[in-house]
């Protein structure tokens, strides 16, 4: 008796320790979905960075992976958001966890030192990011860095998020509110005023619907419904609700769904940025038409591909994604790596 209660004690804990590896191994697959799919985006949208919807449609849509175009860099080649995002995410596989400190340290080790980009030197960064990085530098403040002010709603947190969601959304022992805390910290890294806070906790809610309910075969556009839904509920406070108005064309879901493309913007504010990746996701069923889809919008081409691309990886998965797009990318497998890299 002794011996077979010893066995099942023994195949209790094999069971347990496989379960725990699966769960391991699905977790890290998520961060190669979104990861790499917010990096095709963002390289995708690099060579026609800025070039209008008018101007893209006269040149010719983009149908591929491009290169050269308005940084003059190889097909491949991300920019600052992927930089920003690698960063975070190297800061929480080293620090398992969220190192507020540390991720800030990386953005000066990449802004002043080329860490986390294809070549060594880092470019195409937006004015919020810069000041608050140098703000940074010059007091190691962490509560004084992010800008706060109306003009400062880029969408240069929104576009590096993506990571501090994912490991919230994977600690199933976190409430919603305790993770939105640290995010909204994250997020005040560089971009520090409510609207950037309640974009980046949409961002989370709409990943974590994604992550959760496509397993049950949801569809995505019941994925994003359920977390735009979950946001507007979290957010309803005396506190967010005059902020909250601002993203109110989301709130009415079928409305929204049906605008017209004239009627999207994709320029770098933060609200437009979030609009005009959903606005991608909901018009689109593939993976590479989602990502051409948010290209050729125009403007601010790299980062709306890239906030849709987090998403859309997450729902169709690494193995959907075009391969001669992920052959293209530069240090491909050192962001694979990153990815995979164990907690």
């Not at 077979?4 to 725990?20: D, F, P, S, V, Y």
């Amino acid at each position: 008796m002794w011996s077979a209660h010893r066995i099942t004690e023994k195949q209790k804990a094999g069971k347990a320790r496989n379960i725990k590896e699966k769960q391991l191994k699905n977790s890290r697959s998520q961060v190669l979905d979104g990861m790499m799919g917010l990096v095709v985006g963002d390289a995708l949208g690099c060579p026609v960075q800025f070039l209008g919807r008018e101007e893209l449609r006269e040149r010719g849509a983009v149908t591929e992976m491009e290169g050269y175009g308005t940084y003059n860099m190889p097909p491949g080649t991300w920019t600052d958001d992927s930089s920003m995002a690698l960063a975070t995410l190297a800061s929480i596989n080293e620090r398992n966890g969220i190192d507020l400190r540390d991720i800030m340290e990386r953005f000066l080790d990449w802004e002043f030192h080329g860490a986390y980009t294809p070549f060594g030197k880092a470019f195409d960064e937006g004015n919020t990011c810069s000041n608050a990085i140098y703000k940074y530098r010059d007091s190691h403040d962490l509560t004084t860095c992010g800008e706060t002010d109306e003009y400062s709603n880029g969408n240069g947190a929104l576009m590096r998020i993506l990571p501090v969601c994912l490991y919230f959304i994977q600690k199933e022992d976190i409430s919603d509110a305790d993770a939105l805390r640290q995010i909204h910290l994250a997020t005040g890294l560089t971009h520090n005023h409510l609207r950037c806070h309640i974009a980046s906790g949409l961002y989370y809610f709409i990943a974590k619907a994604i992550v959760t309910m496509a397993p049950k075969n949801a569809d995505l556009k019941t994925c994003i419904q359920c977390g735009v839904e979950k946001g507007f509920a979290f957010y309803h406070t005396p506190e967010s609700l005059a902020e909250l108005m601002y993203f109110r064309r989301l709130r009415d879901f079928n409305e929204f769904f049906s605008l017209p493309e004239d009627e999207i913007e994709s320029d770098g504010y933060v609200l437009h940025a979030l609009e005009a990746a959903i606005w991608c996701l909901l018009h689109t069923n593939r993976f590479r038409d989602c990502l051409l889809r948010a290209v050729n919008l125009g403007d601010d081409t790299d980062t709306t591909a890239a906030i849709a691309g987090g998403l859309a990886g997450l729902y169709y998965h690494y193995e959907a994604m075009p391969q001669e797009w992920l052959d293209a990318i530069q240090k491909r497998y050192w962001i694979k790596r990153l990815c995979l890299q164990e907690l």
